[in-house]
């Protein structure tokens, strides 16, 4: 069974960078899939932030392209998302997900998801 | 970008009833490249239909899902007290792949 498991501060000062890491269990994700990251605002609906897949392919949403950076560590089985200058609009539940396949991107597999608060 | 309104906002219905669940997207999504999640509180959401009818692993037969092009449709047959909770569709037919805000079904 493929479980997700976010781990990262909760808290960040304004202007710094976001830093949020997902471990993977029961699959290695050097075998295949894009690996995602989705946020949720408080009391919001949700935002797809980007993915990668362990060959280099990422993508990420144009609305947040310029800030932010997704990486894989193929011998942790971890991805990680960084999202610099934040502010408090970036308050937010952080998820991490699978993507299914590379051309049906739904997600299919969630970690728990944890709250990061942007404040001084 | 793809813009899907869900409706309506909140839905009160008691266990037993029907649900009907509208998601209505800003331009085609071909292929029927639409997917549906539930979301408990304090929970991740977790999938319940892609391809717009497809139901995914484990998900009661209860559950359904039709439309296509611009107009989907998930509908709970009977409601079960685990059933009420937030919905959102997602479309996943192009970049940036969109939610729409949420339905929230609630017990009347």
């Known amino acids: ?120 | 970008e793809i813009v899907l309104t869900q409706s309506p906002g909140t839905l009160s219905l008691s266990p037993g009833e029907r649900a009907t669940l509208s998601c209505r997207a800003s331009q085609s999504v071909s292929s029927n490249y639409l997917a549906w999640y539930q979301q408990r509180p304090g929970q991740a959401p977790r999938l319940l239909m892609y391809g717009a009818s497809n139901r995914a692993d484990d998900i009661p037969d209860r559950f359904s899902g039709s439309g296509s092009g611009t107009d989907f449709t998930l509908t709970i047959s009977r409601l079960e007290p685990e059933d009420f909770a937030v919905y959102y569709c997602q479309q996943y037919v192009t970049s940036p792949y969109t939610f729409g805000q949420g339905t929230k079904l609630e017990i009347k």
């Open chain 1, 1 to 120: 069974q493929v479980q997700l498991q976010e781990s990262g501060p909760g808290l960040v000062k304004p202007s710094e960078t976001l830093s949020r890491s997902c471990t993977v269990s029961g699959y290695s994700i050097s075998s295949g899939y894009q690996w995602g990251w989705i946020r949720q605002a408080p009391g919001k609906g949700l935002e797809w932030i980007g993915s990668i897949h362990y060959s280099g392919n990422i993508r990420y949403n144009p609305s947040l392209k310029s800030r932010v950076t997704i990486s894989l560590d193929s011998s942790k089985n971890q991805f990680s998302l960084k999202l610099s200058s934040v502010t408090a609009a970036d308050t937010a539940v952080y998820y991490c997900a699978r993507v299914f396949s590379g051309i049906a991107y739904f997600f299919d597999y969630w970690g728990q998801g944890t709250l990061v608060t942007v404040s001084s």
